[in-house]
């Protein structure tokens, strides 16, 4: 069975840093498209940032410059690098991975990691 395991999480003071870590295990052929989402409270999930395989990726506007997404395929894991963190970061981070298991490809998802910054 596929699962998406987050770390990295916590508290931190305005203009901090926090680095999150999601690791894939399970059996599974290829880990295609992998990323974060975030879900602050009363907004809809939106898109953080994502990246390929072949390591091109993609951020949303809010933290283009400030966060960096990054991946190790041999770990199968994705790192997400956040800096000058503002208070309007501050929501439940979640990882997804599109993963090939048997030649069917799936989304899955993190149980979540809340991420805290203060004023």
């Known amino acids: 069975q596929v699962q998406l395991v987050e770390s990295g999480g916590g508290l931190v003071q305005a203009g901090g840093s926090l680095r999150l870590a999601c690791v894939a295990s399970?059996?599974?052929?290829?880990?295609?498209?992998m990323g974060w989402y975030r879900q602050a409270p009363g907004k809809q999930r939106e898109l953080v940032a994502s990246?390929?395989?072949?390591?091109?990726?993609k951020y949303a506007d809010t933290v283009k410059g400030r966060f960096t997404i990054s991946r190790d395929n041999a770990k199968k894991t994705v790192y997400l690098q956040m800096n000058s963190l503002e208070p309007e970061d501050t929501a439940v981070y979640y990882c997804?991975?599109?993963?090939?298991?048997?030649?069917?490809?799936?989304?899955?998802w993190g149980q979540g990691t809340q991420v805290t910054v203060s004023s």
């Open positions: 997804y991975a599109r993963i090939w298991v048997g030649g069917v490809s799936q989304d899955y």
């Open positions: 399970g059996r599974m052929s290829t880990i295609g498209t």
């Open positions: 990246i390929i395989y072949g390591g091109s990726t």
